[in-house]
C-alpha cells in the first residue's frame, strides 16, 4: 500500500505570494492532518480533515487554510506568505478521526524569500 | 515555556541502551507518542501508550510512563548506527473526537561506533 505523498516536495515562493501544497493520504483513510515544522517553533499542529470537514484547528492565522475532497486528498494554502513562512509543512493520515496512529508524509520544505 | 520538555542530543555508543527522556504538562493528556525523523523524511511513528500504561515493550523498544511525574522515556536496546535520527516525543489531548498531538522539540540521537 502506497504511503502518503505530498507534492511538491521543494517550493521557493516570494513574500506576499501565495502557495498551494497537496497531500494524498494512504488508501483508505479518510483523516488528513497538517503540521510545520520549524527550527525556532518546532512542529506545530495547522489543522485536521475528516470527512471534507474542518475537525480541529491549531494557533495560526487565517491567511492558513486549508480543504479536503472527496477522495480525502487534501491541499493546504497560505495566502501573502511571510518569510516566517519558511518551513517543512508535514501531513498526516489516520483511518478516522480520532484514530490513534497517524502516517506522516516526507513533507514539502517551502522557502519564502 | 515548552508544553513538552526534551533534552536536545543524546550521544551513544553502537551496541549500548539509549534512554530518551520527557515531560509533558498536561495530566489529561491521553495517548503519549515517540516519533523517529531521519533527515529529508517525515515522522515515523514507533510507538504509543494510553495514559493508564505504566510501560509497554516492542522488540527494543520500551516506554515507560510516571503519571506522577509527568514523565516519558524511550529506551533502545542494542543501539544501532540506524536508529541515529532526531526522536520527538508528543502529548495528545482529545479535541473534537481527535487527538491532537503537541510535540516536544525532538532528541537528536547520535550513535557512534
Known amino acids: 500500500k502506497a504511503g502518503v505523498t505530498q507534492t511538491p516536495r521543494y517550493l521557493i515562493k516570494t513574500r506576499g505570494q501565495q502557495v498551494t501544497l497537496s497531500c494524498s493520504p494512504i488508501s483508505g483513510h479518510r483523516s488528513v492532518s497538517w503540521y510545520q515544522q520549524t527550527p525556532g517553533q518546532g512542529l506545530q499542529f495547522l489543522f485536521e480533515?475528516?470527512?471534507?470537514?474542518?475537525?480541529n484547528k491549531g494557533n495560526f492565522p487565517g491567511r492558513f487554510s486549508g480543504r479536503q475532497f472527496s477522495n480525502s486528498r487534501s491541499e493546504m494554502n497560505v495566502s501573502t506568505l511571510e518569510l516566517g513562512d519558511s518551513a517543512l509543512y508535514l501531513c498526516a493520515s489516520s483511518l478516522g478521526s480520532g484514530t490513534i496512529e497517524q502516517y506522516f508524509g516526507p513533507g514539502t520544505r517551502l522557502t519564502v524569500t | 515555556g515548552e508544553d513538552v520538555e526534551q533534552s536536545l542530543f543524546l550521544s551513544v555508543r553502537e551496541g549500548d541502551s539509549s534512554v530518551i527522556n520527557c515531560t509533558y504538562t498536561d495530566s489529561s493528556s491521553t495517548y503519549l507518542y515517540w516519533y523517529k525523523q531521519e533527515p529529508g523524511a517525515g515522522l515515523q511513528l514507533l510507538t504509543y501508550i494510553f495514559s493508564n500504561m505504566d510501560m509497554k515493550q516492542d522488540q527494543r523498544l520500551t516506554v515507560l510512563l510516571n503519571k506522577k511525574d509527568k514523565h516519558l522515556s524511550l529506551r533502545i536496546a542494542d543501539t544501532q548506527t540506524g536508529d541515529s535520527a532526531i526522536y520527538f516525543c508528543a502529548e495528545t489531548l482529545p479535541s473534537g473526537g481527535s487527538y491532537i498531538p503537541t510535540f516536544g522539540r525532538g532528541t537528536s540521537l547520535i550513535v557512534h561506533p
Open positions: 480533515y475528516f470527512s471534507e470537514t474542518q475537525r
